[in-house]
Structure formats: structure tokens, C-alpha cells
């Protein structure tokens, strides 16, 4: 067991993030996701972490909503079990505090960009990268017009960048490196490159130093368990949905299987009835006779043996297979 608490968990995630004093560690993890292209050198957090307030709508509120230097709003969201309806979570909340600039009747003009920076820690999109940034752009010909581009959304899925926590070259692995694994680690052996950087060291100095009130600490208690209770939920729901969908091959093939049977008997039969009537009515037929009624739908053997009342050699057979060949 590590020496700090969990930085993932939610409440940890806004007092340590969302706290005024601590606003150099969220500028440093800002930059390492949103730089180059855009460089906070300031920020002013909108929603500070209260504890009061924290209990009395934890569930409602948005986990950090900041503004920068340049006037740029963020809201920076921690996830960790995974939800069907987290997409349509994502742009609510990016597009509330996009509309919530607006002073009613005041101009458009006054609405800033708006980023929406989500850190999940579930496999979202299919591909193996980690983060994206996602704007709007033309369907067709890709184009970007800079006056749709007031939102933007990252999505940064900390399970996959588990497989580049070698890799501590940059300062966004570095930062997903301590989310991912801050409650295990030791003090005595703390990565190099996590102790260099000096904004994870402060903030991991600032989770070793983290005081829990009775209160908190049961809040703390309360959320690890429900994130534990909603990933097994969730890997329930996969699994059982992975063995309905086996269940349910299962009995489409047995009822194909059966259709199909039953309808390949159902064929054989009828041609084996039109071989008899063919040697009832014209005697003797060639012992390849029966593949070329294998190439007859069932309706053409009806009408075969239709025919055949009329027939009196062989030859007549021959006559009408011809002209109903493809």
C-alpha cells in the first residue's frame, strides 16, 4: 500500500485540483494536455473545492470549471467507472458552461471558447490511442471554420496510457502516471522522473499532507466502494450481454438449422416424387437426371411435375430442361 490516498476518487480529484492554492498543479496539467496549442499561464477556478458544498450536490455539480488568462472556460471532469450515457454527460456539460457565460439578453459576442477535458479511466473509443481532441469540422471535406470552434472536448482514457507508464518523456505520461498509480506509491521509491517534475512533486506533497476529517474520510471510504460496485456492475452487464448474444446464436442457428432441413427434406422429396413419375411416364432416364434436378428451385419442380402429364419420351424432358436452364 502507498503512502497517499487515491487521486482519482472524485472528492480527492476536486480538493486537490480544484483548490485556488493548489491552481499551479491544475495549469500543469492543463498545459500537458491542451499545449502547444493553447499555453495557461493562469487560471481563475470558477467552482472552488467547499467541503459543505461538495456534500450538498456532489452529484450535480461539474468537477472543476476554470477560466484562463485568455478567457478560455474549462470544465475538467475525472470519471473512473465507465456509463452508457457518458457522451451525452460530456457535451451537457460542455455545452452548460458554454450557454451559462450569457447574461440573458446580452450579445453572442460575449460567449468565450469552451473546452471540455474528461479524464476516464474505461476504454471509450476502440482505437489504442489515449488522448484526442474532438472539434467540429465538415463531414464531408474535413474542413475547420474557427467560428464553430468555441467547443472542443479531450478525452483522455487513463487505462490505455497504462501501457506507455514507461515512456515519462513527457509531461502528460507523467501526469496520468500519477493519477494511475499515486496510491501505490512509496516515498522512498518514487520515480525519478515523477520527483523532477515539480508540480507532481507538489502534488504529491499536497496528498501526503492531505488531512481527511472523519467526514471526508467516509466520503472517501464511500466513493472508492461505489466506484468498485459500479465497475463490477458494468462488467456483470458486459458479460451477461456477451452470454445473451451466445445464447441467442445458439438457438437462431438450431431454429436455422431446422428451417433449412426442413426445407432441403421437403425438396429432396419432391424430386425424388418427379424421378418416379419421370420413369412412370417416359421409362428409363440418364443416372445424371438427378443433378441436373438439384440445380431446380421448388417452385420449377411443381411445374416440372405439372409438365409431365403431358410428356411421352424422354426427349420431352430434355426439351423442358432446356428451356428452363438459366
Known amino acids: 500500500m502507498g503512502d497517499y490516498v487515491n487521486p482519482k476518487i472524485d472528492f480527492v480529484f476536486r480538493k486537490l485540483f480544484g483548490s485556488e492554492e493548489n491552481k499551479d498543479i491544475l495549469i500543469s496539467l492543463l498545459n500537458s494536455i491542451v499545449g502547444p496549442l493553447i499555453h495557461v499561464t493562469d487560471l481563475t477556478i470558477k467552482n472552488p473545492y ?10 450535480s455539480i461539474l468537477d472543476i470549471k476554470a477560466m484562463d488568462q485568455n478567457g478560455v472556460w474549462y470544465d475538467i471532469e475525472m470519471q473512473v467507472a465507465g456509463q452508457t450515457v457518458y457522451g451525452q454527460r460530456a457535451l451537457y456539460y460542455v455545452s452548460k458552461v458554454y450557454v451559462d457565460q450569457l447574461v440573458e439578453g446580452a450579445p453572442f459576442s460575449g460567449l468565450n471558447k469552451t473546452i471540455g477535458i474528461h ?4 476504454e471509450y473509443f476502440s482505437d489504442a490511442r489515449y488522448v484526442r481532441r474532438l472539434v467540429f469540422k465538415d463531414a464531408e471535406t474535413n474542413e475547420y471554420h474557427e467560428a464553430l470552434g468555441h467547443l472542443e472536448l479531450y478525452f483522455i482514457e487513463m487505462n490505455k496510457a497504462a ?14 502516471k500519477f493519477l494511475n498509480e499515486a496510491a501505490r506509491f512509496d516515498k522512498q521509491t518514487l520515480p525519478d522522473a515523477i520527483t523532477s517534475d515539480a508540480e ?4 504529491l506533497a499536497k ?13 472517501y471510504e464511500s466513493e472508492v466502494k461505489a466506484n468498485m460496485v459500479e465497475a463490477a456492475e458494468l462488467e456483470y452487464a458486459k458479460q451477461y450481454a456477451m452470454n445473451q448474444g451466445k445464447i441467442q446464436g445458439k438457438i437462431e442457428g438450431k431454429i436455422e438449422g431446422k428451417i433449412e432441413g426442413k426445407i432441403e427434406g421437403k425438396i429432396e422429396g419432391k424430386e425424388e416424387l418427379v424421378l418416379r413419375q419421370i420413369s412412370r411416364r417416359v421409362g428409363d432416364f440418364p443416372h445424371d437426371l438427378a443433378q441436373k434436378l438439384d440445380l431446380l428451385t421448388e417452385n420449377e419442380l411443381d411445374d416440372l411435375g405439372e409438365a409431365l402429364l403431358d410428356f411421352t419420351t424422354y426427349g420431352d424432358v430434355e426439351t423442358w430442361l432446356a428451356d428452363h436452364s438459366a
Open 50 to 59: 467547499n467541503f459543505a458544498e461538495y456534500v450538498e450536490s456532489k452529484s
Open 119 to 122: 479524464l476516464v479511466d474505461f
Open 163 to 176: 501501457r506507455y507508464a514507461g515512456d515519462l518523456s513527457n509531461s502528460l505520461n507523467r501526469w496520468i
Open 200 to 203: 507532481i512533486a507538489r502534488a
Open 207 to 219: 496528498l501526503e499532507v492531505m488531512g481527511l476529517t472523519q467526514n471526508e474520510r467516509e466520503i
